[in-house]
C-alpha cells in the first residue's frame, strides 16, 4: 500500500521507516485487520461482484442431457472513509529521536487499530458502503450449567456457522472473551484453547485468536468478540496505507475551554508558541460483509442447553 512522509517543516526530523513502521504496526494491532481479506480500494469506492448460488454438478447416464446449473448473482458497495488523529508532541522529544520514535509508534498505530477494530466490531458505520458487524446473530459463551466447564458455547458457534454453509476460520475476543474460551473443554477435561500452538497467536480448535481491548462492548449480555468464516467475506480495502504529515507552525483545536458560565470556545493550541510539533496520522478504509449468516457474535450469556 502507499506510504506517505510529509516533511515539509523544517526542523523536524524522523526516521525514514516511520510511516511503514506504523502502518505495520497498526495492521499488527487490528483484529479485523488481521481475519479480514485484504483488497485495493479505488477513491471513489468499488462494486465487488458476488456469486449467491452454488454452481450444482450430477450424474448423468451415457448420452443424456449433461444437466444445467444457475447461479445467483448479486453486487457489493464498499466505499473508504478517512481515519484520523493527531498527537502533539513537546519539544522535549525533539532531542532525543530514539524516544521521539518509541512513543509515536506505541500511540499512532494503537489509536487507529482501536478506531477501526472498534467500529466494525460492534460500533456504527461512518457512512453508507461501509460494513460493520453489530448485527450479526447473538451465541452465548457460558457454560449452560453454572459450575460446568464445558464447551457448548464454543461448539454451537462452529456448529451455526458450518449450518449455513461456512468454515470457522478466526476468532475476534476481548481479554473477557478469552477467560470465557479458557475454560471450555473438551470430554477429557482438556482446554480447547492452545497458548502458543503458533507464535503469539493462540489457536481454538484449529482457528487462530486474536484478542483485543476494543472487542468488548458492555451490555446485557456483554458482547466478548467475533468468530466466523473471515477469510474470502470480510474484506477490508485500503485506498492507501497510512499518510502523515508533521508540523511545527500550525495551530490545533483540541476540545473546548470554559470562559464563562456555562460558556466555552475552542481550545486552540498554538504550536510554535508553546515549543512544541504535531504529528498527524491518517488512513483511508472501507469493510465490506458478504454474507454476515457466516459470522457470529460471542456474549457473555449462557449458552442454550442441548442446543
Given at each position: 500500500m502507499a506510504v506517505d512522509l510529509n516533511r515539509g517543516t523544517s526542523g523536524v526530523a524522523l526516521p525514514e521507516a516511520f510511516a511503514r513502521e506504523v502502518w505495520r504496526e497498526a495492521q499488527e494491532e487490528s483484529a479485523v485487520a488481521r481475519l479480514a481479506s485484504?483488497?485495493?480500494?479505488?477513491?471513489?469506492?468499488?462494486t465487488v461482484p458476488l456469486m449467491t448460488g452454488d454452481v450444482v454438478a450430477d450424474w448423468v447416464d451415457e448420452t443424456d442431457e449433461k444437466p444445467v446449473s444457475r447461479p445467483t448473482f448479486s453486487s457489493k458497495s464498499i466505499k473508504g472513509y478517512t481515519m484520523a488523529v493527531i498527537v502533539p508532541v513537546s519539544n522535549q522529544f525533539r532531542r532525543d529521536a530514539d524516544n521521539l520514535y518509541a512513543e509515536?509508534?506505541?500511540?499512532?498505530?494503537?489509536?487507529?487499530?482501536?478506531?477501526?477494530?472498534s467500529t466494525v466490531l460492534g460500533g456504527s458505520a461512518p457512512g453508507t458502503g461501509f460494513d460493520v458487524l453489530s448485527s450479526a446473530t447473538d451465541v452465548?459463551?457460558?457454560?449452560?450449567?453454572?459450575?460446568?466447564?464445558d464447551a457448548e458455547g464454543v461448539l454451537q458457534v462452529i456448529e451455526?456457522?458450518?449450518?449455513?454453509?461456512?468454515?470457522?476460520?478466526?476468532w475476534a475476543v476481548s481479554p473477557q472473551g478469552k477467560?470465557?474460551?479458557?475454560?471450555?473443554?473438551?470430554?477429557?477435561?482438556?482446554?480447547?484453547?492452545?497458548e502458543g500452538y503458533q507464535v503469539n497467536i493462540p489457536q481454538l480448535l484449529g482457528a487462530p485468536v486474536y484478542t483485543n481491548r476494543n472487542i468488548y462492548k458492555s451490555g446485557t449480555p456483554a458482547q466478548v468478540g467475533y468468530a466466523g468464516q473471515f477469510k474470502d467475506n470480510l474484506y477490508?480495502?485500503?485506498?492507501?496505507g497510512i499518510s502523515i504529515s508533521i508540523s511545527d507552525q500550525a495551530?490545533?483545536?483540541?476540545?473546548?475551554?470554559?470562559?464563562?458560565?456555562?460558556?466555552?470556545?475552542?481550545?486552540?493550541?498554538n504550536l510554535w508558541q508553546r515549543n512544541m510539533f504535531a504529528v498527524r496520522a491518517e488512513m483511508e478504509v472501507g469493510v465490506a460483509v458478504r454474507d454476515l449468516g457466516l459470522i457470529r457474535k460471542l456474549t457473555d450469556a449462557a449458552a442454550v442447553a442441548g442446543s
Open positions: 485484504p483488497i485495493n480500494l479505488p477513491g471513489n469506492g468499488l509515536l509508534l506505541r500511540s499512532l498505530p494503537k489509536a487507529l487499530a482501536a478506531k477501526l477494530d452465548g459463551l457460558k457454560p449452560a450449567v453454572a459450575g460446568n466447564e451455526a456457522v458450518e449450518a449455513d454453509g461456512g468454515v470457522l476460520d478466526g477467560a470465557l474460551l479458557r475454560r471450555a473443554k473438551d470430554g477429557d477435561g482438556r482446554a480447547l484453547l492452545t477490508l480495502g485500503y485506498v492507501e495551530s490545533i483545536t483540541d476540545g473546548t475551554v470554559e470562559v464563562a458560565e456555562g460558556v466555552e470556545v475552542p481550545n486552540v493550541i
